[in-house]
């Protein structure tokens, strides 16, 4: 298994609970390509209908931020609270 | 013989019956986690599918026998299924060889089904073939994969469809059982869902660069009790622990 493990790519999984709702991460499945990943992230994370639609993409096309970031990044100016982009309410996923 | 629907029914529930058991053996072995995953869902819906068939086989019987004790009460030569659904597991590329003509076989019969007079029988028609769509999703990637993929992939793949292929000539099987029922549409003309099969399984293993071999097809035994060895071997397995504890709950 592990030899297989080594060659299979990890995708990040990101399911869709109902219309109209934004995908969320579910969590990664490794597989050989795009359809195989939809299909294998189908039979991990929606199997019993939790999701309308599911997203796969492979993890390292993802750029995270590092803890390194935490201050730069997310200390907010709590100041003004006008600036957060969650101060004007919409419709989420709208 | 037995009630003509009776009899159908088992045929149909049995060949999911002993093709499930067959891919339940992947669990805890397939080649890699997902798959494995993958495997044993697979294994569940065609369970679940038999289940459905063989309780509807005891009502229409009426005589108290439900799904445990048609699935686990009765001996080699009272199963139905198709010898193609008893083969051993094999390796990967001949579980997903079978799959894939099964799956593909399953797709246009639960199709048919669907669409029978006999009510129950249809809606369980139609709710299997909702599952079995994805079934040949699932497999016919996999062809893909393996017939085009490797050397070695695709020597399996095709040395799993050269052993396969003859067995496939059971799907179509008909007798009195089936004239009977398609006399008042229950049942639909098996002889039709050839060219439609023969179309998705052609269409697929072409692209998947794998060959269909020439040569005699099989005779379908299954469908009247006379099996391979195999089937013994799997029953045993299958039954031992309902045959040791009678009657027992969880």
Redesign the interface.
């Not at chain 2, 080649?31 to 798959?35: G, N, Q, R, S, Y």
């Given at each position: 298994m592990s030899q297989a493990r080594d060659r299979w790519p990890l995708w990040e999984v990101f399911t869709q609970p109902k219309d109209g709702a934004p995908h969320e991460h579910a969590g990664s499945v490794h597989a050989p390509d795009a359809e195989l990943a939809l299909q294998n992230a189908r039979d991990t994370y929606a199997r019993r209908g939790e999701a309308v639609n599911i997203w796969v993409v492979p993890s390292e096309a993802i750029s995270a931020s590092t803890p390194e970031d935490v201050g730069p990044f997310f200390d907010p100016g709590n100041d003004k609270p006008y600036r957060h982009p969650q101060f004007y309410k919409g419709a989420k996923g709208g | 013989m037995a009630e003509p629907l009776v009899e159908y029914l088992l045929r149909l529930g049995d060949d999911r019956l002993v093709l499930g058991h067959r891919l339940s053996e992947w669990c805890g072995h397939g080649?890699?986690?997902?798959?494995d995953?993958?495997l044993s869902?697979l294994a569940l819906d065609l369970i679940g599918h038999a289940s459905l068939f063989l309780e509807l086989a005891g009502t229409v019987e009426g005589q108290g026998r439900d799904q445990d004790a048609l699935a686990y009460w009765r001996d080699e030569h009272e199963f139905r299924n198709l010898e193609l659904c008893e083969l051993p597991r094999g390796d990967f590329g001949f579980t997903m060889v079978r799959q894939f003509l099964f799956d593909a076989w399953s797709l246009h019969l639960l199709e048919a089904l669907s669409r029978s007079t006999h009510a129950d029988l249809g809606a369980i028609a139609a709710k299997a073939h909702k599952e079995t769509r994805?079934h040949v999703?699932?497999s016919s990637?996999w062809m893909l994969?393996l017939g085009d993929g490797t050397e070695e992939s695709h020597r399996r793949a095709q040395a799993a469809l050269d052993e396969l292929w003859p067995w496939t000539g059971g799907f179509a099987y008909q007798d009195q059982v089936d004239q009977t029922l398609r006399a008042t549409g229950i049942a639909p003309d098996l002889s039709q869902l050839v060219a439609p099969w023969d179309a998705t399984v052609r269409g697929i293993l072409a692209k998947a660069t794998l060959v269909i071999p020439d040569g005699p097809m099989r005779m379908a035994g299954g469908r009247f009790g006379r099996h391979t060895e195999h089937l013994g071997h799997l029953l045993a397995e299958m039954q031992i622990v309902a045959r040791s504890h009678p009657g027992a709950r969880w």
């Open positions: - | 080649p890699i986690l997902e798959e995953i993958a869902n994805y999703r699932h990637e994969r």
